[in-house]
């Protein structure tokens, strides 16, 4: 079956330009992850939602960085005036349990660069 | 603070070369202890979800083993498309997912 898919998978903006990522999860999926990957290293939790809840937006670097579930299928992070350390790759991962050990589905990524 | 440290960064092994990767973590109140593979470009796919000491998984080459420290990711007679980096990665008592920096596994035929 269809697994998780982002797009764009690659995004080159400007400094201070707005993004928008988009998430489409695993179908029937409750749980929807959001990771910060930067190169060489282990992607970095940003936040969780269950359905529509954002349950744990802990991880989100500034008050630029924004994410919402509104019907409890697709994710769209979004990032305001863009700077150069938000260059990295975005992970989107989903579940079917509730958050509580089970495995995560991931995406692709997208691949941001701000220039 | 929870917290997971893999090593080697880097691993070059020989075909059949058998090895093992290390992850020690630190958490408090483990409810899951993961290993994911990650090819260039691609997103993690998941192996292996381990919850309590002594468990332990096997899938193909690799097998996963936990204790309450440490866990390990043994490679049996690895072939060249085993290369990837693996990552490791532990959930404590809040929803959030911890993950190490990865070691990166390179087969030569």
């Known amino acids: 079956g269809a697994g998780v898919s982002q797009s764009p998978r690659y995004k080159v903006a400007k400094r201070g330009q707005d993004v928008a990522l988009r998430c489409d999860p695993i179908?029937?999926?409750?749980?929807l992850f959001w990771y910060q990957q930067a190169l060489g290293q282990g992607p970095e939790f940003l936040t969780y939602?269950?359905?529509?809840?954002?349950?744990?937006k802990s991880g989100l670097p500034s008050d630029r960085f924004f994410a919402e579930r509104p019907e409890g299928s697709v994710s769209t992070l979004k990032i305001q005036r863009t700077q150069q350390e938000d260059s990295a790759v975005y992970l989107c991962?989903?579940?079917?349990?509730?958050?509580?050990?089970?495995?995560?589905?991931f995406g692709p990524g997208t691949r941001l660069t701000v220039t | 603070e929870d917290q997971v440290t893999q090593s080697p960064e880097a691993l070059r092994l020989q075909e059949g070369e058998s090895s093992s990767l290390n992850c020690s973590y630190t958490?408090?109140?483990?409810?899951?202890l993961f290993w994911y593979r990650q090819d260039p470009g691609k997103g993690p796919e998941f192996l292996f979800t381990?919850?309590?000491a002594g468990e332990e998984k096997e899938k193909e080459r690799l097998k996963a083993t936990l204790t309450k420290k440490e866990s390990f990711l043994h490679i049996t007679a690895p072939k060249p498309e085993d290369s990837a980096t693996y990552l490791c990665?532990?959930?404590?008592?809040?929803?959030?997912?911890?993950f190490g920096s990865g070691t990166r596994l390179s087969i030569r035929p």
């Open positions: 381990l919850y309590s």
């Open positions: 939602f269950q359905n529509e809840a954002q349950l744990d």
């Open positions: 991962a989903s579940s079917s349990q509730l958050a509580g050990g089970s495995e995560q589905y």
């Open positions: 179908s029937g999926h409750v749980s």
């Open positions: 958490v408090s109140g483990l409810r899951g």
């Open positions: 990665a532990v959930m404590g008592g809040a929803s959030k997912i911890i």
